[in-house]
């Protein structure tokens, strides 16, 4: 199981994050969010990213010529979309996508996969308060389809004190955390990381029950 700590706004960030075992950081190229970076800014936070580290570009319904000045700047990893992108739109980068999915009573997860299989994943984040992802809040993970957890990278309210009981009931490839482990938004914590990445491991390394 992988680890992603997004949100990421400075270096010394990446680098704790990356140093406590996290395998992969992620910026948010979104200037609604208050975790949003510049591409300079971003570039600078990717220089800590080495060996078999990842470096993840967050986006929300961007432009084409958006995504593609970001990568001509950074050197991105993977993309992660997080709006109302299509297949189709995800895929022409010719980088590994990351689809999000809003967690509501009427998602269809089944129908979701079906149409994004190209994606190297999908993120399940909650919904709050008509906010998608960072909103610190979690969503029910029984919803979450046992046969497509391979496919899963969990996210949305996760910190240290729940995040091991949400990788044991959900199982998922990866899991992403932001708020969960900030002192305030865009600052992360070096020991709520360190506790949650201790947690989040141990959790996955017990036997299935």
């Known amino acids: 199981m992988r ?3 997004c949100g990421i706004t400075r270096r010394e960030d990446a680098e704790q994050a990356l140093l406590l075992g996290a395998d ?5 190229f979104f200037s609604g969010s208050p975790r949003s970076v510049s591409l300079s800014e971003a570039r600078n936070i990717c220089s800590s990213v080495s060996g078999f580290g990842m470096f993840v570009g967050l986006f929300v319904n961007p432009t084409k010529v958006q995504v593609e000045e970001a990568l001509a700047a950074v050197p991105i990893h993977c993309l992660q979309f997080h709006g109302s992108e ?30 994004y299989r190209d994606a190297t994943a999908l993120l ?25 957890r391979h496919r899963v990278v969990l996210a949305g309210g996760l910190t240290p004190a729940n995040v091991a009981h949400a990788v044991r009931q959900v199982r998922p490839i990866a899991i992403d955390v932001s708020s969960g482990v900030e002192s305030r938004k865009g600052i992360k914590d ?20």
Request: charged letters at 25%; aromatic letters at 8%.
């Open 190 to 209: 070096s020991e709520k990381m360190r506790a949650f990445i201790l947690n989040a491991r141990q959790a996955a390394e017990e036997p299935e029950s």
């Open 124 to 148: 399940l984040d909650s919904v709050h308060n008509g906010q998608f992802g960072g909103s610190g809040e979690a969503f029910d993970w029984a919803a979450v389809d046992p046969t497509l």
């Open 86 to 115: 299509t297949p189709e739109f995800c895929a022409q980068f010719n980088r590994p996508y990351i689809k999000a999915v809003p967690m509501t009573k009427d998602t269809d997860l089944t129908a979701v996969d079906a149409r």
């Open 3 to 5: 680890i992603k700590i």
């Open 24 to 28: 992969a950081v992620g910026c948010v």
